[in-house]
């Protein structure tokens, strides 16, 4: 019974030996960015909106966005892959957001800050800079991940991204899960129209031919996005850049336009 495994934890605790290792550093850390504030960041109070945000991303200054997510993994090396995640990705002008022990992890390695910046890609320092937010939002725990989809939400109904979540070229990533809870939380963000990629071990339902079909193909029918599983950290990071710009093609938005300043003629003749 739960009452008699309770009880060997508790006669043994005598048993264990060797101190506990706690590192003595500390990292700062800015956290507290739900839709709403990121809103009044984009805006100010009196026009708040995320026009600056789909205009950054269809000038290419920011690729995309990738939200990464859940919990750690025993099976993998910890938070290894949510680090390396969050550079690699910042470094490629894309927008990081994260909630629950996957934000820990940033924050242990001090990337919730704004200095995070310095290895962030031109574009996306820009921006930031200009904002004044970091290039790695800390969006709450993981029962919070519905902010995020709320955030996809206002971006499509800001315009200029497509008609749907699925054609954003967002991303979802948990690089260690390991629980049910996590499944659960994939399926109704596939279901809105969000990727999903799960990374560190291979897809519980992997001897199922009809299950693997169904999540990619099936789901990119009814959803317009899918559900995949990959290994190891690199192909996590391949398989989300290739997402992104695919669907960065799809909008028409996958080669820089240059930046033009109107002189007062070209102004009289625009139609607005």
Same mark, same amino acid.
């Given at each position: 019974? =739960?009452?008699?495994?309770?009880?060997?934890?508790?006669?043994?605790?005598?048993?264990?030996?060797?101190?506990?290792?706690?590192?003595?550093?500390?990292? /700062?850390?800015? =956290?507290?960015?739900?839709?709403?504030?990121?809103?009044?960041?984009?805006?100010?109070?009196?026009?708040?909106?995320?026009?600056?945000?789909?205009?950054?991303? &269809?000038?290419?200054? &920011? %690729?995309?966005?990738?939200?990464?997510?859940?919990?750690?993994?025993?099976?993998?090396?910890?938070?290894?892959?949510?680090? +390396?995640?969050?550079?690699?990705? &910042?470094?490629?002008?894309?927008?990081?957001?994260?909630?629950?022990?996957?934000? %820990?992890?940033?924050?242990?390695?001090?990337?919730?800050?704004?200095?995070?910046?310095?290895?962030?890609?031109?574009?996306?320092? !820009?921006?930031?800079?200009?904002?004044?937010?970091?290039?790695?939002?800390?969006?709450?725990?993981? #029962?919070?991940?519905?902010? &995020?989809?709320?955030?996809?939400?206002? #971006? #499509?109904?800001?315009?200029?991204?497509?008609?749907? #979540?699925?054609?954003?070229?967002?991303?979802?990533? =948990?690089?260690?899960?390991?629980?049910?809870? =996590?499944?659960?939380? $994939?399926?109704?963000?596939?279901?809105?129209?969000?990727?999903?990629?799960?990374?560190?071990?291979? $897809?519980?339902?992997?001897?199922?031919? !009809?299950?693997?079909?169904?999540?990619?193909?099936? +789901?990119? !029918?009814?959803?317009?996005?899918?559900? @995949?599983?990959? /290994?190891?950290?690199?192909?996590?990071?391949?398989?989300?850049?290739?997402?992104? %710009?695919?669907?960065?093609?799809?909008?028409?938005?996958?080669? %820089?336009?240059?930046?033009?300043?109107?002189?007062? @003629?070209?102004?009289?003749?625009?139609?607005?």
């Amino acid at each position: 019974t =739960a009452k008699t495994i309770v009880k060997a934890a508790v006669d043994n605790f005598a048993n264990r030996k060797g101190d506990v290792f706690i590192p003595d550093h500390k990292k /700062p850390m800015v =956290a507290g960015f739900s839709h709403e504030y990121i809103k009044y960041m984009l805006g100010g109070k009196f026009r708040g909106s995320f026009r600056p945000l789909n205009d950054a991303i &269809i000038s290419g200054r &920011i %690729q995309g966005a990738v939200a990464i997510v859940g919990c750690n993994n025993p099976r993998t090396t910890h938070d290894d892959s949510h680090k +390396f995640l969050v550079e690699e990705l &910042i470094k490629r002008d894309i927008l990081v957001v994260m909630t629950g022990c996957a934000a %820990q992890g940033a924050a242990k390695a001090g990337y919730l800050t704004p200095e995070t910046m310095e290895i962030a890609g031109p574009g996306l320092r !820009e921006i930031c800079e200009t904002v004044g937010i970091p290039p790695v939002l800390h969006l709450g725990s993981c #029962v919070d991940n519905s902010r &995020i989809l709320t955030i996809l939400n206002e #971006v #499509v109904t800001e315009g200029g991204l497509g008609e749907d #979540v699925s054609d954003l070229p967002a991303v979802g990533l =948990a690089p260690e899960w390991y629980s049910e809870k =996590a499944l659960t939380i $994939a399926l109704y963000c596939v279901a809105s129209g969000a990727d999903v990629i799960f990374g560190g071990v291979e $897809a519980p339902y992997r001897a199922s031919s !009809e299950m693997m079909r169904l999540t990619t193909e099936g +789901f990119k !029918e009814k959803f317009g996005a899918t559900f @995949e599983f990959y /290994p190891t950290k690199e192909e996590i990071l391949e398989a989300t850049i290739n997402k992104i %710009q695919a669907k960065r093609k799809a909008l028409g938005i996958d080669t %820089q336009k240059e930046r033009v300043l109107f002189d007062m @003629e070209m102004r009289r003749e625009l139609n607005v």
